[in-house]
């Protein structure tokens, strides 16, 4: 069956630590994001990729890091100086990224740092 | 400024009703895509609807429909009757279209909470 899938679906650190959330998808989609989603928010774009090795930021990258070496992977690394990890984060993809492209949602990874 | 907004923290409706959740956006671009999500509890989310910003006739997709008002900036979705299963986070989103400084970008509202009461 064609999706994203990420893993792992809860994950658990120590503050100062890095993290790296998996994002990976079988579309054959040009475009993959990154949304972070706070309790009772809507989803904030952290970073997206419209080709592979290109990536730019979005709205709040600032303790963010990815990297896109392959059409079907795009993890995204949570570093020591993100100041609030905590929260719930969604992977997505879309053909192309134009305006009219629908865009296909992961499960979703809950990362709590303590 | 936001892009946008969803005035509505929370609805409830009858099941078997229908309800309609509001969304305005706010863009000067004349190419742009409005999106409805559902976020049940479980987290994920749902894809429901889609409207271009070209596109002359409403869209609908079974029980969604998308009130689409180009000049009021405005892209409600009204549900028809409503189900038990209705119930959950909702969420509309734009993304603008080439030549836009956001190409490529969702930009998403803060959501509607909907409860559908037996």
């Known amino acids: 069956d064609g999706g994203i899938t990420q893993s792992p679906k809860y994950l658990f650190r120590k503050e100062g630590q890095n993290v790296t959330l998996s994002c990976e998808q079988n579309?054959?989609?040009?475009?993959m994001y990154w949304y972070r989603q706070d309790p009772g928010q809507g989803l904030r774009l952290i970073y997206y990729s419209q080709i592979v090795n290109d990536f730019q930021k979005g709205d709040i990258a600032e303790g963010y890091s990815v990297s896109r070496e392959k059409k079907e992977s795009f993890p995204l690394t949570v570093t020591s100086a993100q100041k609030n990890p905590t929260a719930f984060y969604l992977c997505a993809s879309s053909l192309r990224g134009l305006a009219g492209d629908e865009q296909y949602f992961g499960p979703g990874t809950r990362l709590t740092v303590t | 400024a936001q892009k946008i907004t969803q005035t509505q923290p929370g609805m409830f409706v009858q099941e078997k009703e229908a309800v309609t959740l509001d969304c305005t956006y706010d863009?000067?671009?004349?190419?742009?895509?409005l999106f409805w999500y559902k976020q049940p509890s479980s987290g994920e989310m749902i894809f429901l609807i889609y409207q271009g910003s070209y596109d002359e006739q409403n869209a609908t997709e079974g029980r969604y429909s998308l009130n689409f008002q180009k000049a009021r900036k405005s892209a409600n979705l009204v549900i028809s009757a409503s189900q038990l299963g209705d119930s959950a986070m909702y969420f509309c989103?734009?993304?603008?279209?080439?030549?836009?400084?956001?190409?490529?970008?969702?930009?998403f509202g803060q959501g509607t909470i909907l409860t559908v009461h037996p």
């Open positions: 989103a734009m993304r603008e279209g080439p030549g836009g400084t956001s190409y490529g970008k969702l930009t």
């Open positions: 863009t000067s671009d004349q190419s742009y895509g």
């Open positions: 579309l054959n989609h040009d475009a």
